[in-house]
């Protein structure tokens, strides 16, 4: 079992930057593929970005150039770092574990409102 805690979210005004945090628990973080999903009202969640256990990364196409994925295993903790946002980044995001890919284990979400 995984516990995950995400934080970081809040209110941004558009071209601002925000940083997610994701604190993993219970289990040894490093072997886990990691991603950050999010949901916008009415929509389907979506993957925005992923990073593997062995360091890899992808990026859903709406992100690519402005945000960023990393991971410290020695803090057991994923990152998503958010740069020129835009208001259809507003959503709520969710940080999520897996074995074989992401998707076994989530958070509860953190909420991003981009918007002047």
């Known amino acids: 079992q995984v516990q995950l805690v995400e934080s970081g979210g809040g209110l941004v005004q558009p071209g601002g930057s925000l940083r997610l945090s994701c604190a993993a628990s219970?289990?040894?973080?490093?072997?886990?593929?990691m991603g950050w999903y999010r949901q916008a009202p009415g929509n389907q969640r979506e993957l925005v970005a992923l990073i593997t256990a062995f360091g890899s990364t992808n990026y859903a196409d709406s992100v690519k150039g402005r945000f960023t994925i990393s991971r410290d295993n020695a803090k057991e903790t994923v990152y998503l770092q958010m740069n020129s946002l835009k208001p259809e980044d507003t959503a709520v995001y969710y940080c999520?574990?897996?074995?074989?890919?992401?998707?076994?284990?989530w958070g509860q979400g953190t909420q991003v409102t981009v918007s002047s």
């Open positions: 999520s574990a897996g074995i074989r890919r992401p998707g076994d284990y």
């Open positions: 219970g289990s040894i973080f490093s072997i886990y593929h």
